[in-house]
């Protein structure tokens, strides 16, 4: 099955993950990325790369809870960078029945009053009465754990190259695997763009283990350590395909819930504001598509792009798989019929 190549076009996490998982059929895989350079542009490099199924579980269908419970041993298993302490969901005292409105749309929580919350997290000490623990999701950093599978495929022998403006009728006979994300639109037209907006800062006066969840009736948000004092908040969901920089409404209402959860963020220094345009299909559930005899379509992942990718890669590497020896098969056939 060696002789068997395979293009994965968009270095993204969709991507990067399908190619891995190519490899490990025993196929030889390519990579190709339209980009300048590894997350030059893409949704991949703004995630907040929680993987956290449960907590997505309330506000998701159970579909994605079930594919990305399977992700996290993937990713502890490939990249050292992910940390596997849980995840914790906070709200104000005046916002408590949100709590128990998610609650009632999740599971495998434990709920925690504030000696709990002050174990697990320190610098929230007498911050909040109670909050849930997901013990068992984890979160990795994106823009560590995209170079990481990179150089992964590169010592497996994939090559990874940018630049290229891939055209699929110049390979002929290959299998291709499309995971452009939004780009993909022009074939898959109910593809949609979903923009969020997302900071960086540094604090250090405040450490945190884990993403915090703060809830609130009309935005939640989340915090997600980073290490040496750096944290990703984020995320708005907008609908909207507008590339323009974050909004002052956006940013504010971020940086109030930064402050919300401990006030030493108020003296954090900003070192990034940023957008990214998150495909999703109608249903807001990722998809793989078939078009044509040799292109796999892998894409919508939406708002959970670490979280599903490795469950949508090991798919579309057996639908691949699949394909390619049911042509091998068939071509077999066909030389034995002419041979009688």
Known sequence: MSESKVIVVGAGVAGLAAAFELVERGLKVEVVDRGSALGDGGCSW??????????????????VAELGA????????????????????????????????FAERTERYEWIDGDRINA???????????????????????????????????????????????????????????CRGLAS???????????????????????????????HPRIPLYIVPRGGGVFMIGATMIESESHAGASVRSTLEMLGAACALHPAFAEAEILEINTGLRPAFTTNLPAIRRIGSRTHFVNGLFRHGFLLAPAMAKQVADAVLHQIQGTSDAGLRKRRSKGH
């Open 185 to 215: 639109r022009d074939v898959l037209k109910d593809l949609r763009g979903v923009r969020g907006e997302m900071l960086i800062v540094r604090s250090a006066d405040i450490t945190l283990s884990r993403p915090v969840r703060i809830l």
């Open 70 to 101: 399977a992700s996290i041993s993937w990713w502890m298993s490939n990249f050292i960078g992910t940390v596997q302490s849980g995840s914790l969901v906070v709200a104000a005292s005046r916002d408590l029945p949100e709590l128990t409105h």
């Open 46 to 63: 703004m995630a907040g790369g929680m993987l956290a199924p449960w907590c997505e579980r309330a506000s998701t269908d159970a579909s």
């Open 120 to 178: 697990l997290e320190p610098d929230l000490a007498g911050r909040f009465r109670k909050a849930f623990y997901f013990p068992d999701e984890a979160h990795l950093d994106p823009r560590r754990a995209l170079p990481a599978l990179a150089d992964l495929l590169k010592y497996r022998g994939v090559q990874v190259r940018f630049g290229v403006d891939f055209h699929p009728a110049q390979e002929r006979g290959t299998q291709i695997v499309d």
